[in-house]
DNA sequence: CATTGTAAAATGAACGTTCATTCATTTTAT
DNA sequence: ATAAAATGAATGAACGTTCATTTTACAATG
């Protein structure tokens, strides 16, 4: 045990306090000093921790796309059926999307602006190659359109974003049944 | 005519350069003085014509949404059928984007970052109208699924933003033969 | 157990830079 | 000659980053 409450870890809390400042104001309006204030540290000490606000957001951005990958193939087993497994890893994402709104805003903001690095985005795709081995499986097997991953990809998990984004925005509520909907769809779009 | 070259209004030339800055760079990173430099005009000339520059993105996103909403309706008239109607709206956004690439690109970014508005986002949908109209009409007669038109635009309309920024990163090139795809995937996923 | 020595961690004022914005002046158009 | 348009140096605020100093953690010592 440590002295304070809740002393977890500085590095943790810099880390979400960026997550939460950089959803509300966006990259350009995240300052340092306030994403200190926010973390319950001092500005000088983010130095500490990470080099400079470049890797500040490139490892915030790493770590929270390795928390994704990682629940996307939570559980996972290979099944014979290519639309168990299937099913199985759009579940885990769509699980991770909505349960952990945050770290998936961050992510769908970095996706879209040149915030990050190409390296580190590159780096940060690595982990989705079970997810690209069943849809190899699944084009072998007739199943699934025989159309590049980056199509499948845009066709089955990028949506996920998008509704995420509007129920944030307060123009749309997600209930489970338009969860079940979204996946049909995803499903259906893909396949032959 | 005018007296130099290519002078066609500095508010058009503002508005082109700060697209074209803002895509490279990010809001963040897309200063007044740079945009002026690459719209060819002096940095205090930016405020005859904007009052600031949160006005200045504004603006520049309700022009870019105005014409791609345009582009999406350019020659459409209603038939009888659901699905002809929608595969000319479709198609009509799939060549914006593929063919005003910094326009979509800019889009992208402002649909994914607290950059703008809620108020100018608001005003940016409401051109929108017919599409959605289309899809009521649809599910009035069975052929569309029952669902939220977040849902619907989530996925025909969100995942070619998704490849279009692929592409702009290099990692995928966009035939002619998965536009095609794409579109049966579009509608595959919104039929029931 | 209390005291002390020491290195790591944390601080926040200060620094230099860059930014958005303004405005006195100049250029352009009529 | 006059008004509108454009300029770009000046301004003050805000930013990322640094660093001299203080605080904390803790092992060694008596």
Redesign the interface.
């Known amino acids: 045990m440590s002295t304070t409450p809740k002393s977890k870890g500085k590095q943790a809390a810099l880390v979400r306090a960026t997550i939460s400042l950089v959803?509300?104001?966006?990259?350009?309006?995240a300052p340092m000093a306030k994403i200190a204030a926010l973390a319950g540290v001092s500005a000088g000490t983010i130095y500490r921790y990470f080099e400079s606000k470049q890797d500040l957001i490139n490892r915030v951005y790493l770590e929270v796309k390795a928390a994704f990958s990682a629940s996307a193939f939570r559980d996972y087993v290979e099944t014979d059926s290519v639309e168990e497994d299937f099913k199985q890893i759009w579940h885990n994402i769509a699980d991770f999307k909505l349960r952990q709104v945050e770290e998936a805003l961050f992510l769908?903001?970095c996706?879209?602006?040149?915030?990050i690095d190409?390296a580190s985005?590159q780096e940060g795709l690595r982990h989705l190659r079970p997810l690209l081995d069943l849809w190899e499986r699944g084009q072998a097997r007739g199943i699934i359109?025989p159309?590049?991953p980056?199509?499948l990809?845009?066709?089955t998990i990028?949506?996920?974003?998008?509704?995420l984004?509007?129920q944030e925005?307060g123009?749309?509520d997600i209930t489970p049944d338009?969860v079940e909907?979204?996946y049909q769809?995803?499903w259906?779009?893909?396949?032959i």
Chains 1, 2 share one sequence.
């Open positions: 959803n509300n104001s966006g990259f350009h309006a769908s903001q996706d879209n602006t040149p915030m190409e985005r359109r159309v590049s980056y199509l990809y845009a066709y990028y949506p996920i974003a998008f509704l984004n509007m925005r123009h749309h338009q909907a979204a769809m995803a259906n779009s893909i396949t």
